[in-house]
Nanobody, 119 residues
Framework: QVQLVESGGGLVQPGGSLRLSCAAS????????MGWYRQAPGKERELVAD???????NYRDSVKGRFTISRDNAKNTVYLQMDNLRPEDTAVYYC?????????????WGQGTQVTVSA
C-alpha cells in the first residue's frame, strides 16, 4: 500500500522554527490533497494546513502567517515550514495524503512526529 515517512520534529524554544517533511511511497499513482494534522494530549486531532494538487492552500487560523505548507510533486513530498512557534503548537503532527493508486483511491497517514515548544 502507501507508506508515509515523516521527519523534522523536535524540541524548540518559543519563537523558533522547524520544518516537517513527509514522503509518500508505495502504491500511489497520483496525489490529490496533502496535509498536516496535529493532536495534543486530551484534544482532538485538528487540521493544521493542506494543499491541493493545484497548490491551493488552507491554514488553520491560529497558524496563518506563521506556517507554510508546500509540496514537491516529483518527490511525492509535502513540507510544513513552522516559524514563530508557540507553546500551544506542541502536539504530535501527522501527515495525510489522499490520492489514487493503480486500482483504488488511497488515504494514508504518517506515523506522527512530536513537536514540543517549551520555554
Amino acid at each position: 500500500q502507501v507508506q508515509l515517512v515523516e521527519s523534522g520534529g523536535g524540541l524548540v524554544q518559543p519563537g523558533g522554527s522547524l520544518r516537517l517533511s513527509c514522503a509518500a511511497s508505495g502504491n500511489i499513482f497520483s496525489i490529490n490533497t496533502m496535509g498536516w494534522y496535529r493532536q495534543a494530549p486530551g484534544k482532538e486531532r485538528e487540521l493544521v494546513a493542506d494543499i491541493t494538487s493545484h497548490d491551493s492552500t488552507n491554514y488553520r487560523d491560529s497558524v496563518k502567517g506563521r506556517f507554510t505548507i508546500s509540496r514537491d510533486n516529483a518527490k511525492n513530498t509535502v513540507y510544513l515550514q513552522m516559524d514563530n512557534l508557540r507553546p500551544e503548537d506542541t502536539a504530535v503532527y501527522y501527515c495525510n495524503v489522499n490520492g489514487r493508486g493503480r486500482s483504488a483511491y488511497v488515504i494514508a497517514w504518517g506515523q506522527g512526529t512530536q513537536v514540543t515548544v517549551s520555554a
